[in-house]
């Protein structure tokens, strides 16, 4: 019996990207199912990789019950970051290239180590360097941003930018810190760190095991975004978006036209 395409599916969502055009699912008609998802994403990433993109990190997807109500989904899931998706703090982006952008306030780590596998949270937490108030930019490349887990999954969980904002250490209650998305001054969405797994740092537990069943270990070094802690937004352009962490700070951008 003849596989999914995984080159040719991975060229198909790559294209869209490129092209800010949506297509039609398309792990139910390739017949993909989680673990051939994964592949293609794999090729996805090499296809970003060979035009001179560096990997960068990791991100994960799904993290939360309001992103799992938001898309229909209920899988927590795990993509990649390379350097080209990353926007300076208070930089600008242009959201013409992109099909239909949503910005959603996250929490970054900064790996300080290799961590491993099934750490308790205490000694585990000891791999993260530094944390970070954080934005990221979802994209999916599907019409009418509805898709199945196969296909958000190979569609490198719709990363498509990143911000970071200042690091400073680990801070006392990260488990439950307040989070503020703002859009033009006015607060859009309001939530905590505790709907990301109920603590950031078991995203980061969360992530290695995942990765690590495709034969990805995170790196020293390596950003990690842990999970939105409110759903997302749209991004229009003109717009200011500021992600505000209690604790940590702020990160922001402005969308251009």
Same mark, same amino acid.
């Not at 229909?72 to 970051?81: A, C, S």
């Not at 994209?139 to 999954?153: E, G, K, M, Q």
């Not at 759903?231 to 951008?253: I, N, Y």
């Given at each position: 019996?003849?596989?999914?395409?995984?080159?040719?599916?991975?060229?198909?969502?790559?294209?869209?990207?490129?092209?800010?055009?949506?297509?039609?699912?398309?792990?139910?008609?390739?017949?993909?199912?989680?673990?051939?998802?994964?592949a293609v994403?794999?090729?996805?990433?090499?296809?970003?990789?060979?035009?001179?993109?560096?990997?960068?990190?990791?991100?994960?997807? !799904?993290?939360?019950?309001?992103?799992? =109500? #938001? *898309? &229909?989904?209920?899988?927590? %899931?795990? @993509?990649?970051?390379?350097? /080209?998706?990353?926007?300076?703090?208070?930089?600008?982006?242009?959201?013409?290239?992109?099909?239909?952008?949503?910005?959603?306030?996250?929490?970054?780590?900064?790996?300080?180590?290799?961590?491993?596998?099934?750490?308790?949270?205490?000694?585990?937490?000891?791999?993260?360097?530094?944390?970070?108030?954080?934005?990221?930019?979802?994209?999916?490349?599907?019409?009418?941003?509805?898709?199945?887990?196969?296909?958000?999954?190979?569609?490198?969980?719709?990363?498509?930018?990143?911000?970071?904002?200042?690091?400073?250490?680990?801070?006392?209650?990260?488990?439950?810190l307040g989070?503020? !998305?703002?859009?033009?001054?006015?607060? =859009? #969405? *309001? &939530?905590?760190?505790?709907? %990301?797994? @109920?603590?950031?740092?078991? /995203?980061?537990?969360?992530?290695?095991?995942?990765?690590?069943?495709?034969?990805?270990?995170?790196?020293?070094?390596?950003?990690?975004?842990?999970?939105?802690?409110?759903?997302?937004?749209?991004?229009?352009?003109?717009?200011?978006?500021?992600?505000?962490?209690?604790?940590?700070?702020?990160?922001?951008?402005?969308?251009?036209?």
């Open positions: 019996m003849i596989g999914p395409d995984i080159a040719g599916i991975a060229e198909q969502l790559g294209v869209a990207a490129d092209t800010a055009t949506a297509i039609p699912q398309l792990a139910a008609e390739a017949g993909l199912d989680v673990d051939a998802a994964y994403q794999t090729a996805l990433l090499q296809r970003r990789l060979d035009r001179g993109e560096r990997l960068v990190g990791l991100k994960m997807g !799904l993290t939360s019950k309001a992103k799992m =109500a #938001q *898309v &229909g989904v209920d899988e927590v %899931i795990w @993509g990649r970051l390379t350097d /080209a998706m990353r926007i300076p703090d208070g930089g600008t982006l242009d959201v013409g290239g992109f099909i239909h952008p949503r910005v959603e306030p996250e929490v970054a780590f900064l790996l300080d180590r290799l961590p491993e596998p099934g750490e308790p949270i205490g000694v585990f937490a000891e791999a993260v360097r530094a944390v970070a108030p954080a934005l990221e930019l979802i994209d999916s490349r599907y019409a009418n941003f509805t898709f199945s887990l196969p296909d958000v999954i190979a569609d490198n969980t719709s990363a498509a930018a990143f911000v970071v904002g200042p690091w400073s250490p680990v801070p006392e209650g990260l488990d439950n989070v503020l !998305l703002e859009i033009d001054g006015r607060v =859009a #969405q *309001v &939530g905590s760190t505790a709907a %990301i797994f @109920g603590d950031p740092r078991r /995203a980061l537990d969360e992530g290695l095991r995942l990765a690590g069943r495709h034969g990805v270990r995170l790196r020293e070094g390596w950003v990690f975004l842990a999970g939105a802690a409110t759903a997302a937004v749209p991004l229009r352009p003109g717009a200011h978006v500021r992600a505000v962490v209690e604790k940590l700070g702020t990160a922001s951008l402005r969308a251009s036209s």
